[in-house]
């Protein structure tokens, strides 16, 4: 495997995993609280610092949003199902 392909799948598994306990505790805040806007932006910074230190282009933006997306979505049902 490339150096390329394990920089990527890395970023992305971060972006993932990142969002996990973010979106759970994101679940239990009120929506639109500042609690609620911080577990949703909590871990931006970090993503664009590992995409800068990797040096990945403006194109690989959507890309790590959607695994973030994916990650917050799978911390909030994860607390739901917890909660069952």
């Known amino acids: 495997m490339s ?23 994101r679940q239990r805040a009120l929506r639109f609280s500042w ?6 932006h ?8 590992l995409r800068v230190w990797l040096d990945f282009g403006w194109k ?4 790590t949003l959607g695994c ?3 990650g917050q979505m799978a911390g909030g049902r994860l607390l739901r199902r917890l909660q069952r």
Request: net charge neutral.
């Open 3 to 25: 150096t390329f392909a394990l920089n990527l799948t890395g970023l992305l598994g971060f972006a993932f995993l990142a969002n996990i306990p973010l979106g759970y505790l």
């Open 35 to 40: 609690q609620w806007f911080f577990y949703i």
């Open 42 to 49: 909590a871990s931006i910074p970090l993503i664009i610092l």
């Open 60 to 63: 690989w933006i959507p890309l």
């Open 68 to 70: 973030a997306l994916l």
